[in-house]
């Protein structure tokens, strides 16, 4: 999707490991209380399970193991993020989600060269809204 300065994006807004991140509303599904997941041998240590989201098997990818941190510890205020996918919709696993914003295409810059850790490659800039930073994720890259 091409934005243009004069246009605004829509993100959910949400936190992992003390962190803000945002994801393009366009994407977004819906956003669940944690649920019953079960758990599948063998896969990634990021990937947490399946869930049954109303009649549909639902992978769920814990975004703090994604991005290299510990496992989110599950508590009243931990939330997935239902996105689609280009092979179906994935369940994101974090530690809370608590805002809807609409932010400029002016105030979106691209993320700076200063490291080439591979985790800045889920990323594809920074919303800067008052004086907060929100990292947006490139859904596509991290399913």
Known sequence: MTVTNTES???IVFQVHGEEY???VMRMQSIERV???TRLPGVRPDVTGVLNLRGKITPIIDLSRRFGYEAISF???TRILIVAGEEGNVGL???SADD??????SDIEA???V???ENFYYFHGIAKINHRLVTLLDIDKVL
């Open 115 to 117: 490291n080439d850790d």
């Open 75 to 77: 508590d009243r205020q």
């Open 35 to 37: 649920q019953t997941i």
């Open 93 to 95: 696993l974090v530690d």
């Open 100 to 105: 809807l914003l609409d932010v400029p295409a």
């Open 22 to 24: 945002g994801v393009d």
């Open 9 to 11: 994006r829509k993100i």
């Open 111 to 113: 993320l700076p060269e």
